[in-house]
Nanobody, 127 residues
């Protein structure tokens, strides 16, 4: 069982930056896929970025590529999402997620691929 907890949400003006972090409990052996998702009002949960505990590659949704960056610390107990040039449409609840497999290019953004989820943190971007 992997426990996840997001930190760092808040309010920011358009064009600003914000970094989210996710603390994770220790992993059992093997690779884990770690992901960031966003759920905006009236929309489905959207996969934004993912990274495997075993390292690269990282994957990004088209909507955030070039603006968001996913990273993990060397001990792999923290996951980060650095967000720059934020837009009002980035507003939503952000979740970190994990599952015990390497991130796959064809399915990393699918919520059903992840069994462990944080409780979410709110990000609001004002125009």
């Amino acid at each position: 069982q992997v426990q996840l907890l997001e930190h760092g949400g808040g309010s920011v003006q358009a064009g600003g930056s914000l970094t989210l972090s996710c603390s994770t409990s220790e992993y059992t052996s093997g690779d884990y896929c770690l992901g960031w998702f966003r759920q905006s009002p009236g929309k489905e949960r959207e996969g934004l970025a993912s990274i495997s505990t075993g390292g690269s590659p990282s994957y990004y949704a088209h909507s955030v590529r070039g603006r968001f960056a996913v990273a993990q610390d060397n001990a792999k107990n923290w996951l980060f999402l650095q967000m720059t040039n934020l837009k009002p449409e980035d507003t939503g609840t952000y979740y970190c997620a994990a599952d015990r497999h390497f991130c796959w290019s064809g399915s990393w953004s699918e919520a059903y691929e992840y069994h462990f989820w944080g409780q979410g943190t709110q990000v609001t971007v004002s125009s």
